[in-house]
């Protein structure tokens, strides 16, 4: 249902200045805006449309435009006769024989004037025979002509077009296939080939409405229609089918627009800046991010149901199109389902009757490795039947025996699992995987769905299993070769983050989740135990690599003992990687992989230990350094003597932190100063081959050097990952800070590494002020709020004060802080630094400037100008 319009209040004038149009179409714009909230999406756009085609059928009276020779056609998404309030105008001025220079004097008036009006118009001025040079040479040029329509003119023209795209069509059926299946691969190759992109494009990510206009393209070049009713008319669609493809098309409709209106320009990114407002448009009553996230669900199950029926409907095409079932291969599996080439198929339409045939069907993808794709008709048959469940698969005894046969067999969780969770039967199986279907999560940490994010976890633990994992995540795939039930490994993937969305602490509830599950499938209580524990700490491994100080002996006997035994250990880091890889592409790094091996391997030394001492382990570690690096540096030509007094004048604290390479490194450049003068001495390099980029700085006692630092690197685009302050006996500082460049790559380019030394030297030698660390916030970052909160925590070390901050993340936010901390005379000794997403969750360890802890008062201080600076900014 359509508001109407009032023609008084919104009608052409005449004559149509620029002026006038724009004041027409500003009142159109939010008329439109208005009667969105309760029209019918299909009339809003076409009514658009027939608004414009008043505008062009004036403007060709008003400009005296031949009525005879020349016509104007709508082409592309405007020839489909339905316009979003900012979406491309495109026209084809179709003329025969030779234009006269007033005609073409007047056709630039035209478009001009349409851009005056600030209309996205693209124009192109041809003949027949242009037209059919063109859209041979370029496939979108034929498509566009596929949605052409009359506007005003020579009407004989436009029919002469009509006749030459039946008759004279230049790409046959099956060229015209292929070449708009090749567009849309190289379009779902960009988005990753998801739908569950969580800033999606929603014409061109997988399952948009490119995907729908995809089916209408080929269906119009191989029917010569311009029905979409042709396509049930050929048996290719069910009445049904067609109208979910068409809710689903209009459900994409409604948001495109109202992200129009949101965005007052052409935009077809869903970003986050607009996700809250296209919400509220269209509805969403919940608050805050559960608008958001109710919005994103609809959407992203709209997407998904696209993308299926987008594959059975382009496999139907290919068959008939191409007659690609004849030459194929064929064997019956069983008596339900059989091999076509690279496919599966049932064997009759009656093969999902009983429920249980739907594990018997991905079993049966498990065992024959040849196949790679479900067969139209049997996604068909697929999609009926689970519209005919009433219970979930996991309440049938057999369903359940089969679920773990698949879990234990050497593919089941490959192209099987990878099936279940397209084609939506795992949903149907487990009732908890069912919620987080198309669950997002307002931030961004999470670049995936929840239930995409789950199955990207499960693949990249199956995929530790392939001879690539080898070289790439050695350790990962050791493991797993030695692992006697990775089926368990893949039920912790499975439940990890199963109760996301559901409120309260999603650990605990998906450690209850699986704790259900291992009773229902009959699963022994030590295997049970070990998959909740899993799911309960799926997150402590990483948060202890990243946020606590991982050299320090005491850290890795608390971690351990946590653990208890090499088993969970195996198990958890497995998971870890798999869960980080999973989470956000930009996320996984070379030093994140260092740090959770380097837990992994100091934990499981502890363990090996029968009474291991920290202080003992300490002192080994400390010993084996020393040896390493004398040994390093004996061979580089430098005398013991002369290493033994420099390391004198080093603390053990040094030792224990820094690896053998690191020492040699650092020692042989510090032997080679002969003068103050020449200090600060500055490295770059990455001697501890972690993927990242070491800088360190040797220097006479620095006040606030951290500050300086941080403004350095901030001001050279690089974050701070780590960093640690420490003093020789002596009146020196030797700081060694770990950085990446915004893309989470080393710096490498020796050009930017000069540029970094020289600025350093400049700033710390006090011939320039450190760089302004307040800029703008990144587009990314103003739809998001995060509280800025400094807590105490304790401190092994009494002389030492702790705190985390948790704030939004920002440009300069260390630096910031750390000019905080310069202003009330308090020295950095660590720094931890973690994003997650859009929130920055960092570890500080200071001190006073006579080597005390913070006293309350201290304390409240810090915290106060902290957070006044950072909220202010």
Request: proline share 3%; charged share 25%; net charge negative.
């Amino acid at each position: 249902m359509l508001m109407k319009r009032s023609v008084a209040d919104i009608a052409w004038p005449d004559p149509i200045t620029v002026t006038a149009g724009r004041d027409c179409l500003t009142r159109y714009q939010d008329w439109s805006a208005e009667a969105f909230v309760t029209a019918d999406i299909e009339s809003l756009l076409t009514d658009r449309a027939a608004f414009i085609d008043e505008l062009l059928q004036h403007l060709w009276q008003q400009l005296a435009l031949p009525e005879q020779g020349l016509a104007l056609i709508a082409v592309g998404g405007y020839g489909r006769g339905t316009l979003h309030p900012h979406s491309d105008i495109d026209l084809l001025f179709l003329f025969q024989g030779d234009l006269t220079p007033t005609t073409e004097e007047r056709i630039r008036h035209y478009i001009q004037l349409l851009w005056d009006l600030r209309l996205d118009v693209g124009h192109s001025v041809r003949t027949i025979e242009d037209c059919a040079r063109e859209a041979k040479a370029d496939a979108s040029v034929a498509t566009s002509m596929l949605e052409q329509r009359f506007i005003v003119g020579d009407a004989d023209q436009e029919h002469a077009l009509r006749q030459f795209l039946h008759t004279e069509f230049p790409w046959s059926s099956d060229q015209f296939y292929h070449a708009k299946l090749d567009e849309q691969n190289q379009r779902h190759l960009h988005y990753h080939g998801t739908a569950y992109n969580l800033e999606p494009n929603i014409k061109s990510s997988p399952g948009g409405l490119r995907d729908i206009q995809t089916i209408g393209w080929i269906a119009k070049r191989h029917f010569h229609t311009q029905s979409d009713e042709s396509l049930v008319q050929y048996n290719f669609i069910s009445a049904a089918e067609l109208l979910e493809l068409r809710e689903s098309q209009e459900f994409l409709w409604r948001i495109r627009f109202a992200l129009h209106l949101e965005a007052d320009k052409k935009e077809d990114r869903l970003l986050f800046d607009y996700q809250p407002a296209v919400a509220a448009r269209l509805g969403y009553n919940e608050s805050g991010k559960a608008a958001v996230e109710a919005m994103m669900k609809d959407f992203f199950n709209a997407m998904v149901g696209v993308s299926e029926l987008n594959d059975m409907l382009l496999q139907f095409f290919a068959q008939t199109i191409l007659s690609d079932a004849k030459d194929l291969q064929r064997y019956a599996i069983d008596d339900q389902f059989k091999v076509l080439g690279e496919s599966i198929a049932a064997q009759h339409d009656e093969v999902f009757q009983n429920p249980r045939a739907l594990l018997d069907f991905f079993l049966a993808i498990a065992e024959h490795s040849e196949i790679r794709y479900v067969r139209a008709h049997t996604i068909r048959l697929l999609r009926n039947a689970r519209r005919e469940l009433t219970h979930p698969l996991s309440d049938i005894p057999e369903c359940r025996e089969r679920f773990m046969q698949l879990l234990r067999h050497p593919r089941g969780c490959g192209l099987a699992f990878k099936l279940m969770h397209k084609h939506k039967i795992l949903a149907h199986y487990l009732p908890q995987w069912a919620q987080i279907v198309g669950q997002m999560q307002f931030d961004l940490f999470h670049a995936y769905t929840v239930d995409e994010h789950t199955y990207r976890l499960v693949r990249n633990l199956y995929r530790y299993n392939g001879p690539e994992a080898e070289e790439e995540f050695p350790l990962c795939a050791k493991i797993i070769a030695s692992m006697a039930k990775p089926e368990l490994l893949y039920l912790a993937g499975i439940f990890h983050d199963i109760a996301k969305g559901r409120g309260g602490d999603h650990s605990e509830l998906g450690e209850h989740d699986a704790r259900n599950f291992g009773l229902q499938h009959g699963l022994d209580e030590a295997d049970t135990d070990l998959v909740a524990w899993l799911v309960r700490q799926h997150l402590y491994m990483s948060v202890t690599a990243q946020k606590r100080d991982i050299h320090d002996p005491e850290v890795i006997e608390e971690f351990a003992n946590k653990v208890g035994n090499q088993q969970r250990l195996d198990y958890l880091y497995c998971l870890t990687v798999a869960d980080i890889r999973a989470t956000n592409s930009s996320l996984w790094n070379n030093w994140k992989a260092t740090l959770l091996e380097n837990l992994y391997l100091a934990t499981q030394r502890y363990l090996e230990q029968q009474q291991p001492s920290p202080q003992r382990e300490m002192r080994q570690r400390i010993h084996q350094h020393q040896q390493h690096a004398m040994a390093l540096l004996l061979s580089a030509g430098f005398e013991v003597q002369e290493i033994q007094e420099l390391w004198s004048r080093f603390t053990a604290d040094y030792f224990l932190r820094h690896q053998p390479e690191q020492i040699a490194w650092h020692s042989q450049y510090i032997l080679n100063v002969s003068d103050d003068d020449l200090l600060p001495l500055i490295l770059v390099g990455d001697e501890n081959r972690q993927g990242t980029t070491e800088l360190f700085i040797y220097h006479l006692e620095h006040e606030h050097l951290f500050a300086e630092v941080a403004a350095v690197l901030d001001h050279q685009n690089l974050s701070i990952h780590d960093a640690q302050i420490l003093a020789t006996r002596d009146g020196f500082v030797m700081d060694t800070f770990v950085v990446l460049q915004e893309d989470g790559e080393p710096l490498t380019d020796a050009r930017r590494i000069e540029a970094l030394k020289q600025e350093l030297h400049d700033v710390l030698r006090g011939r320039a002020a450190a760089p302004n660390t307040q800029r703008r916030l990144p587009r990314r970052l103003r739809s998001f709020q995060v509280q800025t909160k400094v807590e105490f925590v304790p401190s092994r070390n009494a002389r030492r004060t702790a705190f985390e901050l948790t704030a939004l993340d920002r440009p300069g936010l260390v630096a910031q802080v750390a000019r905080v901390l310069q202003e009330l005379d308090l020295n950095i000794l660590t720094a931890k630094i973690s994003t997650v997403g859009e929130q920055a969750e960092d570890l500080f360890i200071v001190a006073t400037e006579a080597n005390t802890a913070l006293d309350e008062q201290q304390r409240i201080q810090l915290r106060k100008q902290i957070i006044a600076t950072l909220d202010h900014n």
